[in-house]
Structure formats: structure tokens, C-alpha cells
């Protein structure tokens, strides 16, 4: 973790559980099919490209970074959603929350040669610039909150300590 933390950031403790745990419950709660690469590729490029591999669809994929534990199972529902009524007028789908594009983004089963062959530490930039890509509104800070620091994880933390449940 940069900034001063000595934990890895997915390892890092936010209201006593790990931040990936906060990510996987969320995936989990969201009912959709789901794939966790944790292999420990160099880069961003390398792990998307290895789960596409690893996850045959029709229809597409939601790559979700393990790092945004505040990340609400009904915005996955929904990106999930888009994606399939999308139905050819869009093939990325990305996620905008007060104006900051965020996570999940949404894939469609046509960028699937152009997600394999990723590579190094930029993630599926180049293919969300190369395909059509349209943004989608969400309610959700979820989407935009990546705990990469330890004042990111303070700050997740008092979005956690804020809300009603």
C-alpha cells in the first residue's frame, strides 16, 4: 500500500475484515457467475487478460478490481444488465458516479481477443478506447473508491462508519 501502510492494500483491515473480502461479498451477494485471478500477474493487463481465459461468456465480463471494498451488489446487477440490453450498440459499458468514471467495467463477449491479449500495468484502457464504449450513471461511490492508500482507507472507512445499517 503506498502512503505509509505496511499491508498489502487488499489485505488491509477495513471495519475488522480484509478490503478483497469486503469486494468478494459483494460479487457474492450480487448472484452474478464470478472469477477471482489472484495469481500474481506483473500487471493489471496480465490478470485481466488470464481471467478472460479462464471464464468462456456469450455475453461479456464486469472486470472489478479487488480494491474498491465499497462496491454495492446492485451496481454489479445493474453494469450486468446494461451490458446484455446493450445488445450491440455498445461494446464497453463504464460506470460514472458524480462524474468520475469508475468500476465495474462492462465488457462485451466481442472484446474478448482484444482482453486476452493485454499486457503490463495500464488494465483495459486501450480497449475501452478502441471499442464503443458509452457511460452509465450510477449511485454508487463504491464504484470510484479504490483503497490504494492508507488515507484512501480511512476515508472508505468513514463512508463504512456513515451509512444507516
Known amino acids: ?25 459483494a460479487v457474492r451477494a450480487s448472484g ?10 506483473p500487471g493489471m493487463g496480465d490478470s485481466i487478460a488470464a481471467a478472460v481465459h479462464a471464464t468462456p461468456s456469450e455475453v461479456g465480463w464486469l472486470i472489478l478490481p479487488g480494491d474498491l471494498p465499497l462496491i454495492q451488489p446492485a451496481t454489479l446487477q445493474q453494469m450486468a444488465l446494461a451490458l446484455v440490453q446493450a445488445d450491440g450498440r455498445a461494446e464497453v459499458i463504464v460506470p460514472v458516479h458524480q462524474g468520475q468514471r469508475g468500476h465495474p467495467v462492462a465488457f462485451a463477449a466481442a472484446c474478448r481477443q482484444a482482453l486476452r491479449e493485454l499486457r503490463g500495468d495500464r488494465g483495459a484502457a486501450a480497449v475501452i478506447r478502441a471499442w464503443r464504449a458509452i457511460e452509465m450513471i450510477v449511485d454508487d461511490i463504491g464504484c470510484v473508491t479504490d483503497v490504494d492508500t ?9 463512508v463504512l462508519d456513515a451509512r444507516p445499517f
Request: cysteine-free; glycine content about 10%; hydrophobic content about 50%.
Open 1 to 25: 500500500m503506498a502512503s505509509g501502510g505496511r499491508t498489502h492494500k487488499l489485505r488491509a483491515l477495513l471495519s475488522g475484515k480484509a478490503v478483497l473480502d469486503h469486494v468478494l461479498d
Open 32 to 41: 452474478l457467475p464470478w472469477h477471482l485471478e489472484d495469481a500474481g500477474h
Open 150 to 158: 492508507v488515507q484512501a482507507l480511512a476515508q472508505a472507512q468513514a
